[in-house]
């Protein structure tokens, strides 16, 4: 048996987690207004494709394409019922990519739907979360990554579902933007160092930050939660630049170059899994892999 991702990260080692789904789906055909996750029934090959082409570029961990593969998000396109079927065949897919010695997150997003507005209610929430993480792990997924979450309440119910009725580590990160003022908070108002205690408390293994920004304002982030626990593992997403409109399309700016002259840095700022958001793709990967491989050789 593989020892866990705590253990590695105990054992001081840096991994390389994956990059960009989104983007990648969309450039093998994913058209607007499509589901994504629906690919891992109608098109699994291409699926496919993107997990082993992250393994091949050095990553140490891949996520699934369960990102949207709540039953709020599913039930708009028709497919609330088959919650069960799409996570768990979206594990079996990346289980398959990884092989057993890489690493597979389940992704978790978040629904959509917002406590402070009353459109939902916490048991409603739960319910949700519980069952697309329960068909993760029935699919294969070593760890759990709750991801891209704005409001704190909601991951923190997310959190609680995953731990309490999986064996698996739970990961949760939230999605915070640079303020004029300096500093970082997600779209509720929600800080770095804010949400370190409450995703404890609720059982997190590894927190983090995913999408927003770069890696290097990904390293104030990292520093900002070791600034309040010098321990718990974190993990980071970084995007590959803030996107730019250019005519109708959007584009992520940093080369896989101007990715990696930050990984060190992020690294010693304490990150312990380092890979990529939207925009990123394999080459970036294999460019982290790459830098924080030999970094940690000279060392």
Known sequence: MKPTLKEQIAQGKTLVSDGAWG???????????????????????????????????????????????????????????????????????????????????????????????GD?????????????????????ADALVIETMTALDEAEIAVRAARENTELEVIC???????ATGEYRTMMGVSPAEMVEVLKAAGVDILGANCSNGIEGMIK??????????DIPILIHANAGLPILQGMCTVFPESPEMMAAFATQLAAAGANIIGGCCGTTPQHIRRLAETLKTDKALN
């Not at 291409?46 to 393994?55: E, G, H, L, P, R």
């Not at 990160?173 to 303020?179: G, I, K």
Request: proline share 2%.
């Open 23 to 117: 983007t990648f789906l969309q450039a093998k055909g994913l058209q607007a207004g499509e589901c994504p996750e629906w690919w891992n029934i109608e098109h699994p090959e291409a699926v496919f494709d993107i997990a082993k082409s992250y393994i091949d570029a050095g990553a140490d961990t891949i996520e699934t394409n369960s990102f949207g593969g709540s039953s709020f998000k599913l039930e708009g396109f028709g497919l609330a019922d088959r919650v069960y079927e799409i996570n768990r065949k979206a594990a079996e897919i990346s289980r398959l990519a990884a092989g057993e010695d890489k690493y597979v997150l389940g992704s978790i997003g978040p629904t959509g739907k917002m406590l402070i507005m």
């Open 120 to 140: 939902v209610t916490e048991t409603e929430l739960y319910e949700a979360f519980k069952e697309q993480a329960m068909a993760l792990r029935d699919g294969g």
């Open 173 to 179: 990160t939230m999605t915070f933007d640079h303020l």
């Open 221 to 230: 982030v990292t520093e900002e939660i070791r600034s309040v626990d010098k």
